[in-house]
T-cell receptor
Framework: AQKVTQAQTEISVVEKEDVTLDCVYETRDTTYYLFWYKQPPSGELVFLIRRNSFDEQNEISGRYSWNFQKSTSSFNFTITASQVVDSAVYFCALSEGYDMRFGAGTRLTVKP | EAQVTQNPRYLITVTGKKLTVTCSQNMNHEYMSWYRQDPGLGLRQIYYSMNVEVTDKGDVPEGYKVSRKEKRNFPLILESPSPNQTSLYFC??????????????FGPGTRLTVT
């Protein structure tokens, strides 16, 4: 059965620090998708990135970067030079076919 | 504006009183899904629908019903709510009709309290 583990429940950093959010997944399928979503204090869910299982290229988008490693079943998310506006709960998710499994989330607090 | 809407946004009800949370999307998406969010558990999938008249159970379907009679609407029905269904509920839709490989667009959430 598919499973997503976000071992870091809460992380607190000071502004401008780099921070990495870990995501480890389990699946028996060879075709699957991985996602990261952000949930700011206002409560909505904001899509950040999608990766399919055949694309292990790392991706960078501004201060955000993602490291997908099939060998370790990990899809980690790094924020460089964090800002107060990055404070949110971040969810990693795994999709196989039609169902979707989310991790428990990591609450990131960035202090000024 | 492309969006997923949910109503009501907040609801306080009593045990056993049937309720429906509506979800509607204007993006002509085939796939729709319901999730509940509870502290420490993340989001858990309740039901999903691949297209009109096609639905299937997610991880936590007990106590819930859904229907998909029109492509744009996917209501969540609690026929006899219980306090353990107190939660934050999200509806989502996606363009992908071959699974959730597509980006899911989420509604604003419905906070339900069952006393």
């Amino acid at each position: 059965a598919q499973k997503v583990t976000q071992a870091q429940t809460e992380i607190s950093v000071v502004e401008k620090e780099d921070v990495t959010l870990d995501c480890v997944y389990e699946t028996r399928d060879t075709t699957y998708y991985l996602f990261w979503y952000k949930q700011p204090p206002s409560g909505e869910l904001v899509f950040l990135i999608r990766r399919n299982s055949f694309d292990e290229q790392n991706e960078i988008s501004g201060r955000y970067s993602w490291n997908f490693q099939k060998s370790t079943s990990s899809f980690n998310f790094t924020i460089t030079a964090s800002q107060v506006v990055d404070s949110a709960v971040y969810f990693c998710a795994l999709s196989e076919g039609y169902d979707m499994r989310f991790g428990a989330g990591t609450r990131l607090t960035v202090k000024p | 504006e492309a969006q997923v809407t949910q109503n009501p946004r907040y609801l306080i009800t009593v045990t056993g009183k049937k309720l429906t949370v509506t979800c509607s999307q204007n993006m002509n998406h085939e796939y729709m899904s319901w999730y509940r969010q509870d502290p420490g558990l993340g989001l858990r999938q309740i039901y999903y629908s691949m297209n009109v008249e096609v639905t299937d159970k997610g991880d936590v379907p007990e106590g819930y019903k859904v229907s998909r009679k029109e492509k744009r609407n996917f209501p969540l029905i609690l026929e006899s709510p219980s306090p353990n269904q107190t939660s934050l509920y999200f509806c989502a839709s996606s363009l992908s009709d071959s699974g959730t490989g597509g980006e899911q667009y989420f509604g604003p959430g419905t906070r339900l309290t069952v006393t």
